[in-house]
């Protein structure tokens, strides 16, 4: 068994290898709109080059070892003529880009059998090939990894907290890529710069919180969003709106408490001067996106219990949202701590009616 899972292992880390070497090669292209081909003729393939990604983790470089991914590269160039490279770790190879001679590659080849399959090269197609191909030997998984991360920070200009996360949405775009498109239609197996840079841009400003917590592990995720939001060294006065995205039936009521009571500590100011009081910074919104009722009701009541004040634009028992309740501005003689946006269709008509300045978190 123990054989069995180790085989996935390797199996699983090669595969991360090959995407986030795709990665890396989309995020370099010059021209936005070049489509670059995943797993179609080969592991990856743009305009000028068709690549085969290997890594062999516990084996050292041998003619055995490169003989297969050489045959089917050679295969393809009888009719694609794309410079084609060999772009592989081997754990006695140190980083390097080599040719190979006529010689080297029929010592390679050899037969030109794999298992059933025979192939056959001409001389001719063979001297075209080795003038076109070379191994580029990489560093290590991990090595790559790093390079990676360095390319997201410096495309999307973020901390490395935000290129982790910008990273896994990006494989998971690159993965579905392939994964949602079986066999016969590979051709659709295609993706542009372009394409990753709106991926991010349309979701840079979306929390999720519970995968990012996975991703992340909790107490990383907890210094970034404190070090995002709560680190602000002069609260002026804005009205600020705070909008979480929750996973679907979210149900930690504690959590909410938490979070909001963190809210509320940082973001609701008032202070005396003089003997007068004065609200410096007003009662935040908030918004949790797929808490059920049942959960907001607790948290609400909980709130209230502790003796915290708020509004959320209902005023009696059963009755109908009222827009004026929840603008109420925030005095020191009503103490309005909180404000709480029930429903998402509600964001936009109390934003209209918002003329101070606004901060959306």
Do not use: W
Not at 263 to 273: G, L, Q, S
């Amino acid at each position: 068994m123990s054989t069995v899972l180790d085989g996935g292992y390797y199996a699983i880390k090669g595969f991360n290898f090959q995407y986030d070497y795709t990665i890396i090669r989309i995020l370099e292209q010059t021209n936005e709109l070049n489509e670059i081909e995943i797993e179609q003729t080969e592991d990856y393939s743009d305009e000028n080059i068709i690549v085969q990604v290997k890594y062999k983790e516990r084996a050292n470089f041998s003619n055995s070892q490169v003989k297969k991914p050489l045959c089917q590269l050679l295969e393809i160039f009888k009719t694609d003529k794309r410079k084609p490279v060999l772009y592989a770790y081997f754990k006695n190879k140190e980083e390097q880009e080599v040719s190979l001679s006529l010689q080297n590659l029929n010592d390679i080849i050899g037969d030109c059998k794999i298992k059933n399959k025979q192939y056959s090269f001409e001389e001719e197609l063979k001297t075209e090939f080795i003038n076109q191909f070379r191994i580029i030997f990489t560093g290590k998984y991990q090595e790559q990894f790093e390079v990676l991360i360095e390319k997201i920070i410096k495309e999307f200009n973020c901390e490395e907290e935000e290129a982790l996360i910008y990273y896994a949405q990006i494989y998971k775009y690159i993965e579905k890529k392939v994964v949602n498109n079986a066999p016969e239609d590979k051709h659709k197996r295609l993706c542009s710069k372009k394409e990753v840079k709106e991926l991010i841009t349309n979701s840079r400003e979306v929390i999720f919180h519970s995968s990012y917590t996975q991703f992340l592990g909790k107490e990383k995720y907890y210094k970034f969003i404190y070090k995002r939001f709560f680190r602000e060294t002069n609260i002026n006065f804005h009205e600020r709106i705070f909008l979480f995205e929750l996973p679907e039936n979210f149900e930690d009521t504690n959590l909410l408490i938490q979070l909001t009571r963190k809210i509320m500590e940082r973001y609701y100011k008032k202070v005396t001067f003089g003997g007068s009081t004065i609200i410096k910074s007003p009662a935040p919104y908030i918004f949790f996106q797929n808490a059920k009722d049942t959960v907001l009701k607790n948290m609400k009541t909980e709130l209230l219990s502790e003796g915290i004040i708020f509004r959320d634009g209902f005023c009696f028992e059963g009755a109908d949202f009222f827009l004026r309740n929840l603008l109420e501005e925030s005095t020191p003689q009503n103490n309005i701590e909180l404000k709480f946006i029930n429903r998402y269709e509600y964001i936009k008509e109390i934003i209209s009616q918002l003329h101070r300045t606004k901060k959306n978190i």
